[in-house]
């Protein structure tokens, strides 16, 4: 059977209750009335007991049903509610419907017979109104939901205008990037995140073009890696998707961009093609430098016999002693391709690498002098001991510096400095010279890759395969005209000894 409908009268004319009650018999639905003459009384029964309608009288005998009304509602009793109002006090009505009743009748014949239509509206609207409520907390609970989802996502979420400026920026973005949104909002991309080499910036602003035409057109475009610049002056590699953003009429208004880093991702695949090619390069390298070792000695030992000989001319001894020299240079050569190919296996012990990088500078000192460079070195006090071999990182330390005072020709200024970085111990190397075209820039830890006139272009491969071997890694910054950074990273010896 169904529940009838509950309907609550607060009203103290019983004459004009009759007239309602009358006025409900027509209809089939089953009801049940409950009247109450006071608001005090009709509190109570609110509170008692479940209603569906409420039926309030604008004067009840312990005050004025607007009154009562306002502290229903300061109570959270929700009900739609029909206010009883003197014929021709609209006034008062307008005050009830202001609120939140659904609607108001006179005090009259003609008002009763109407009340149950009057009241089904009521019902209807407040079944609607819940409705619409209980959608809205939905609505909003998902849009929490997704928006929760996108804000805290680990990849860079952002929107762009079709001017590319920020419009959204998540907490990805700000932990990849290292913008707060309230630095961004409003700018546009390429002031701030796009690479400081000319070159490459040019080159990225006509790629983001093309891509931002084929977008306002309608195309999703997955999978595009591009060059960004951090905050904090690194350069990383992400992989991108944009997509149109749209508003209700299916405008394109703007671009959504999703982006994530895989900067270490493709230098780990780098790394290890270069691995191996290292690995063949080194297997052919041990033998033509063992093929060479033997001979050149020979050379070398006859040079210096024949040096001996009282009877040399002046020009017979130059040329000779030119022979010695260039011997010298290709056994230095030939000892490099056997390090490189066959390092000495490593003697680890504990160090500290500001004492390490102190010595080694102590052994540059006239270098720097000779080369007029200045010299400056930032040393983090108290950091965590290394697990290293002395000689091997000492070397690749050396490798690094040399290269900075090679890239200062006309002289500058070169600074170091050791941090700590969570489990890692970091050693930056930072000149102000030439700096690294972005072409040459992929190939520097190549072996025999070199732009001196110089040298054999094993230093910097031997310096990567050394401090890999350590279970660290090197990170390079150039920009030409600039300079470069190379910073490496040691892991930390912790107190268990791992």
């Known amino acids: 059977m169904e529940r009838p409908i509950r309907i609550l009268i607060a009203e103290g004319d019983i004459h004009f209750i009759e007239m309602i009650k009358e006025s409900l018999r027509v209809l089939d639905d089953p009801y049940q009335i409950e009247t109450v003459s006071s608001g005090e009384e009709c509190l109570k029964r609110l509170q008692e007991e479940d209603f569906d309608l409420l039926l309030l009288d604008q004067m009840l005998s312990d005050g004025s049903g607007l009154e009562w009304l306002r502290r229903f509602n300061g109570l959270g009793i929700g009900i739609p509610t029909i ?92 932990r990849i990037y290292g913008y707060r949104k309230e630095e961004v909002l409003g700018q546009k991309v390429s002031e701030f995140l796009y690479p400081k080499d000319k070159k490459l910036k040019e080159e990225e602003e006509r790629l983001m073009k093309e891509l931002m035409a084929r977008v306002l057109k309608g195309e999703v475009i997955p999978n595009v890696e591009v060059r960004r610049q951090t905050k904090e002056g690194r350069e990383i590699i992400t992989n991108m998707t944009l997509s149109p953003l749209r508003d209700a009429e299916g405008r394109i208004i703007g671009v959504t961009r999703i982006c994530k880093d895989v900067t270490q991702m493709k230098r780990a695949e780098e790394r290890l093609l270069l691995t191996e090619r290292l690995t063949s390069l080194g297997e052919l390298t041990a033998g033509v430098a063992h093929e060479l070792r033997n001979p050149l000695a020979g050379i070398k030992i006859n040079t210096q016999i024949l040096l001996r000989r009282k009877d040399l001319s002046e020009t017979e001894r130059r040329l000779l002693e030119s022979t010695e020299e260039g011997i010298e240079k290709i056994q230095k050569i030939v000892e490099d391709m056997l390090h ?159």
């Open 340 to 498: 490189f190919a066959k390092p000495k296996p490593a003697e680890f012990r504990e160090a500290q690498i500001n004492s390490l990088l102190e010595d080694s500078l102590n052994m540059l000192q006239t270098k720097f002098k000779k080369a007029n460079i200045a010299l400056e070195f930032l040393k983090e006090e108290g950091l965590p001991k290394v697990w290293i071999d002395v000689h091997q990182i000492q070397q690749a330390l050396i490798n690094l510096i040399l290269n900075a005072i090679q890239a200062m020709e006309r002289g500058g200024r070169l600074t170091l400095r050791t941090f700590l970085d969570g489990e890692r111990v970091g050693v930056e190397v930072k000149d102000t010279g030439v700096g690294i075209s972005p072409s040459h820039l992929k190939r520097i830890f190549d072996p025999f890759f070199t732009t001196k006139s110089e040298g054999t272009g094993l230093g910097l491969s031997i310096t990567l395969k050394i401090i890999e071997a350590h279970g660290g890694s090197i990170d390079v910054q150039s920009e030409e005209g600039v300079g470069s950074t190379f910073t490496i990273y040691l892991p930390v010896r912790r107190e268990d000894g791992v």
């Open 83 to 174: 206010f009883v109002t003197v014929q021709g006090d609209s006034k008062v009505a307008l005050e009830a419907m202001k609120e939140g009743v659904f609607d108001y009748i006179n005090r009259s014949p003609e008002c009763a017979k109407a009340f149950p239509f009057v009241a089904n509206r009521a019902l209807q609207g407040f079944h609607l109104m819940l409705e619409k409520v209980r959608l809205q907390k939905e609505l909003i609970e998902t849009k929490n939901f997704l928006e929760s989802i996108v804000e805290k996502a680990g990849d860079a979420i952002s929107v762009v205008d079709l001017e590319g400026r920020v419009l959204y920026w998540n907490e990805g973005a700000e």
